[in-house]
């Protein structure tokens, strides 16, 4: 086959892939072997990989018509190749990678699933093969950012070569600056500040959508998530991308702040600017944390989740990522953070009640409230940390 490493077949999705075998690498720890192997590739990402085929098809289901899309740093190409077996309508699908290794596995994995009618398979940095789409007619409708850590060095790039109306999908597996175990590098890279609270990951993702929000308005574009969610190890969004400063200036008004009591786990979101704001808790007159600039408007779009969610059901039968959609959609239209209910219950001192109890105890009162899907004890409600706890002391009282 003419490379230096043996491979073995896998199938995922449509494709059958050749992967490098793990087994020939000196270190046996999975992970480290997985990116010590000389081509990428990582089966525990294949919901992530997923969740990219139900996007486009539901794109392709709502909006029918041909597509080319831009994957540029492919690895085996399994994404790419997947999404061309898999996704109707794809007119070309460029797929690039710095690694020599990677694009020649992937110009056989493309001939193995007979699709290089499609596939343009490019051995070139990202940001360079990029910048070669920019023009209006090159630009694509479809750019996957799929890179180690952070995919902050590809998102100008990305914006630049993305047509008016197409999608950019991210992966960011930088969690821990993001989540505030190192929040001077996630300044640094993302431009905002984290907060450890136990909504951390929640925080991390609108991190991550707002560095896109800037960004996109210094080209005066704009962004709309349409699907975004936090698991396992890492963040994903999917957002679609406008050209105009009118949509850029109202994307900036959803940029904002949070401030959150330690004391309390009071809470209260601030848009756009700081100034004037007291960073005093209203409830127990505590000091609050500030973190952000960071999204404060929806991680989903709820009408294309739904569209999301019965393809899903139809095509992949994959459980946890059906689970997944429903409850991205569910939770949309409720604002920022969440309480987690056993966090709360210890702090009040009183027995934990069911999530389900809770929620139908917040609705019955007059709240909106959903489970969220960043936390299985998670609730994402209207109402404040101090009616929250009200209705966990009655549900307590009354047994
Ligand atoms: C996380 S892997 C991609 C996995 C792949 N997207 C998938 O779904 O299996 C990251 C890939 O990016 C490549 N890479 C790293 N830096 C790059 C750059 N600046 N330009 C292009 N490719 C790059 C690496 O060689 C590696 O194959
Ligand atoms: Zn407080």
Redesign the pocket.
């Known amino acids: 086959m003419g490379l230096p490493f043996s491979t073995s077949q896998i199938r995922e999705g449509a494709a059958l892939i050749n992967v490098p075998v793990l087994e020939t690498c000196p270190d046996k720890s999975p992970d480290r072997a997985i990116y010590k192997a000389p081509?990428?590739?990582?089966p525990r990402?294949k919901l992530?990989?997923d969740s990219a085929v139900i996007v486009l098809k539901a794109h392709q289901r709502m909006f029918s018509k041909s597509f080319r899309l831009c994957?540029?740093?492919?690895?085996?190409?399994?994404?790419?190749i997947r999404l061309a077996l898999e996704v109707e309508g794809l007119e070309e699908v460029v797929l690039?990678?710095?690694?020599p290794l990677?694009v020649r596995l992937t110009e056989i994995n493309a001939d193995l699933n007979n699709v290089l009618d499609r596939v343009r398979v490019r051995l070139?940095?990202?940001?360079?093969?990029l910048a070669l789409h920019t023009s209006r007619t090159q630009r694509f409708d479809y750019i996957?950012i799929?890179?180690?850590g952070s995919p902050v060095?590809?998102i100008d790039s990305a914006l630049r070569a993305c047509r008016d109306g197409g999608i950019i999908a991210l992966?960011a597996?930088d969690m821990a600056p993001l989540c505030g175990v190192n929040p001077r590098a996630c300044l640094r890279r993302y431009g905002g500040w984290p907060l450890r609270t136990e909504y951390s990951k929640e925080l991390a993702l609108r991190l991550l959508i707002s560095s896109l929000v800037l960004a996109a308005a210094r080209l005066e574009m704009s962004i709309n998530p349409i699907f975004s969610f936090s698991i396992d190890h890492y963040l994903r969004v999917y957002a679609t991308v406008g050209r105009g400063a009118k949509g850029a200036d109202s994307c900036l008004n959803e940029v904002g702040y949070i401030l959150h009591c330690s004391n309390c786990l009071n809470r209260r979101v601030v848009r756009q600017s700081l100034w004037g704001v007291e960073e005093v808790c209203d409830v127990c007159g505590g000091k609050m944390e500030v973190g952000g600039p960071l999204w404060t408007g929806k991680l989903a779009d709820p009408a294309f989740c739904s569209v999301m969610a019965s393809i899903s059901e139809e095509h992949l039968g994959d459980l946890r990522l059906v689970r997944l959609i429903n409850l991205v959609r569910d939770e949309a239209e409720l604002p920022p953070s969440f309480y987690n209910i056993d966090l709360h219950c210890s702090r009040l001192k009183v027995r934990s009640q069911p999530t389900n109890k809770i929620l139908t105890s917040l609705r019955d009162a007059g709240f909106r409230a959903a489970r969220t899907h960043f936390d299985e004890r998670g609730v994402k409600s209207d109402a404040s940390n101090l009616e929250f706890d009200r209705i966990l002391k009655d549900l307590a009282e009354r047994g």
């Open positions: 081509v990428f590739y990582n990402m992530n990989r994957e540029p740093m492919c690895g085996t190409g399994v994404r790419g690039g990678d710095v690694n990677a070139m940095e990202a940001n360079l093969l996957d799929d890179p180690y060095p590809y992966t597996t």
